[in-house]
């Protein structure tokens, strides 16, 4: 990749499978271990494969993609919840270590958003629609170029309960909306 593209300069380690699953009877284990191994490991991997080349850069970006249930779970997807959150710390104590390095660490928290990534997601009422998502995305990087964290409004709800003191709300409003979620 490098060879044919020298002049890359952004890397986005986009990896995601998201699963319901039953944790309360034993045979989780080997799915689980899947989703950390495409969520978590995934992005590892790729940092691993492209840090080198991205530090030669002058100005780089290494953009990871958490999720809003990085701040608030949803009940079925216990596996997925835990994941992103691994990448909000990792994409946190990466950009420690690349401060003063030009790479530059951000990253994107998307709501749920009208995907396949989960059954009956992609029609839920309840998810941002792909189109709208991904212009308030792109008008996010263009306007604010120094965030850390992209935060389309949509996930505030969730990234923020805690803050707000109504996580149990939040919680709660989450896994009461439909088996999903949605």
């Known amino acids: 990749m490098v060879a044919e593209h020298p002049d890359l300069d952004v890397l986005v380690t986009m990896a995601g499978i998201m699963r319901a699953e039953d ?31 991205l530090r030669t850069r002058p100005e780089a970006t290494i953009m990871t993609v958490s999720s809003g249930l990085a701040f608030a779970p949803l009940k079925v997807t216990p596996t997925y919840n835990a994941t992103k959150a691994a990448i909000h710390m990792l994409s946190e104590s990466i950009r420690l270590q690349l401060d003063g390095t030009g790479v530059a660490v951000v990253e994107l928290e998307p709501p749920s958003v009208a995907t396949d990534l989960m059954p009956g997601q992609k029609d839920s009422p309840f998810a941002m629609p792909l189109d709208a998502f991904v212009r308030e995305v792109v008008d996010l990087i263009q306007t604010q170029p ?3 964290e992209i935060q389309v409004e949509n996930v505030k709800f969730l990234r923020y309960g ?6 149990d709300q939040v919680v709660a409003t989450l896994n009461r909306l439909d088996p999903h979620g949605h």
């Open 162 to 167: 805690e803050a707000r003191g109504d996580y």
């Open 23 to 53: 944790w309360t009877t034993s045979g989780f284990a080997e799915g689980a271990a899947e989703v950390v191994t495409t969520n978590l490991l995934g992005p590892i991997r790729l940092v691993d494969a492209f840090i080198d080349h």
């Open 146 to 148: 120094d965030a850390t």
